[in-house]
């Protein structure tokens, strides 16, 4: 088995981007690499500057450079796709689908890391850059590069490759996972305990659940909430353990449960029902409270 260790650098991040970069390394089982690719490629579309700023290809430097079809890169790249290969990338869905574009369809074997980090430690941060720093992998990256001559830049896709490759091997030799359980956990929806971005960061999900209802309800109806957020959401609410506190957010009830409210003011709770702008969740509360009636 071979594992391509591999990421791109592109003209930016929208649909009609392009990759502007490829490079990938070739690591057989004992993670000496055998095979180094990294080749600049003309895209079919401008380099955006937002991109230039971080990956500081120009268009200049692409003007004469291949297709990306007829690079050594991807033809070697596509002789390797296979199920009995693997395929390591951080931030997979972006540099696959950047292939796909270019008409390649991967048969490789996955693991993500970026997953995979978000599975072995949910409370941490999961960049590429950070986890360099933060795990000592730099520390190590002028021995590998002098070991295979390799000469790389700042902030390009072959620097990143070798941070990746170094990334890999800490987490195969320090976590205790084989490759399959890598690729299980690259499958696998992660499950939060906490929310990591928004109005309630670093707050338990299970808490906003309870106290705020709404918020969560809003949160389930947004058509780019992250999978695995929307995942952790879901567990969450079908092991709650105590009823959701609906409160009123205006009116002169603002602040109250509906349950103290239909103790002092059926008729506005039954006016609010019918009157209030509000989400469906507080509604069908209000609702069974009306219908015991």
Same mark, same amino acid.
């Given at each position: 088995?071979?594992? #391509?260790?591999?990421?791109?650098?592109?003209?930016?991040?929208?649909?009609?981007?392009? #990759?502007?970069?490829?490079?990938?390394?070739?690591?057989? +089982?004992?993670? +000496?690499?055998?095979?180094?690719?990294?080749?600049?490629?003309?895209?079919?579309?401008?380099?955006?500057?937002?991109?230039?700023?971080?990956?500081?290809?120009?268009?200049?430097?692409?003007?004469?450079?291949?297709?990306?079809?007829?690079?050594?890169?991807?033809?070697?790249?596509?002789?390797?796709?296979?199920?009995?290969?693997?395929?390591?990338?951080?931030?997979?869905?972006?540099?696959?689908?950047?292939?796909?574009?270019?008409?390649?369809?991967?048969?490789?074997?996955?693991?993500?890391?970026?997953?995979?980090?978000?599975?072995?430690?949910?409370?941490?941060?999961?960049?590429?850059?950070?986890?360099?720093?933060?795990?000592?992998?730099?520390?190590?990256?002028? +021995?590998?590069?002098?070991?295979?001559? #390799?000469?790389?830049?700042?902030?390009?896709?072959?620097?990143?490759?070798?941070?990746?490759?170094?990334?890999?091997?800490?987490?195969?030799?320090?976590?205790?996972?084989?490759?399959?359980?890598?690729?299980?956990?690259?499958?696998? =929806?992660?499950?939060?305990?906490?929310?990591?971005?928004?109005?309630?960061?670093?707050?338990?999900?299970?808490?906003?659940?309870?106290?705020? =209802?709404?918020?969560?309800?809003?949160?389930?109806?947004?058509?780019?909430?992250?999978?695995?957020?929307?995942?952790?959401?879901?567990?969450?609410?079908?092991?709650?353990?105590?009823? =959701?506190?609906?409160?009123?957010?205006?009116?002169?009830?603002?602040?109250?449960?509906?349950?103290?409210?239909?103790?002092?003011?059926?008729?506005?709770?039954?006016?609010?029902?019918?009157?209030?702008?509000?989400?469906?969740?507080?509604?069908?509360?209000?609702?069974?409270?009306?219908?015991?009636?």
């Amino acid at each position: 088995m071979k594992t #391509i260790i591999l990421d791109t650098e592109t003209t930016g991040n929208k649909d009609e981007d392009r #990759i502007c970069q490829l490079s990938y390394l070739v690591v057989n +089982e004992n993670f +000496e690499i055998e095979e180094i690719y990294n080749e600049l490629v003309r895209p079919d579309v401008d380099i955006k500057f937002e991109a230039m700023a971080v990956h500081h290809i120009t268009p200049e430097m692409v003007q004469n450079a291949p297709k990306i079809k007829h690079t050594k890169a991807f033809k070697r790249l596509k002789e390797l796709n296979s199920p009995e290969n693997l395929i390591v990338i951080h931030n997979a869905p972006f540099d696959l689908d950047m292939l796909s574009k270019d008409g390649f369809n991967s048969f490789f074997k996955l693991i993500d890391t970026n997953r995979v980090i978000r599975h072995l430690n949910p409370e941490g941060k999961f960049s590429l850059q950070y986890n360099r720093y933060a795990l000592g992998l730099y520390k190590k990256e002028k +021995e590998i590069c002098k070991k295979y001559n #390799i000469e790389i830049n700042a902030h390009d896709a072959l620097g990143d490759v070798i941070v990746l490759y170094l990334l890999y091997k800490y987490i195969r030799e320090n976590f205790n996972k084989n490759i399959e359980e890598l690729i299980e956990l690259t499958q696998k =929806p992660v499950l939060y305990d906490k929310f990591y971005q928004g109005k309630y960061k670093f707050e338990k999900i299970r808490d906003i659940l309870i106290k705020d =209802p709404d918020y969560i309800e809003y949160m389930l109806n947004l058509a780019d909430l992250d999978p695995d957020v929307k995942y952790s959401i879901e567990h969450h609410l079908e092991n709650l353990d105590v009823e =959701p506190q609906f409160r009123f957010n205006v009116g002169k009830y603002k602040g109250m449960l509906i349950e103290d409210v239909a103790e002092i003011d059926m008729g506005y709770l039954s006016w609010a029902y019918h009157n209030m702008k509000m989400g469906k969740w507080m509604r069908e509360k209000i609702g069974k409270i009306l219908n015991k009636l």
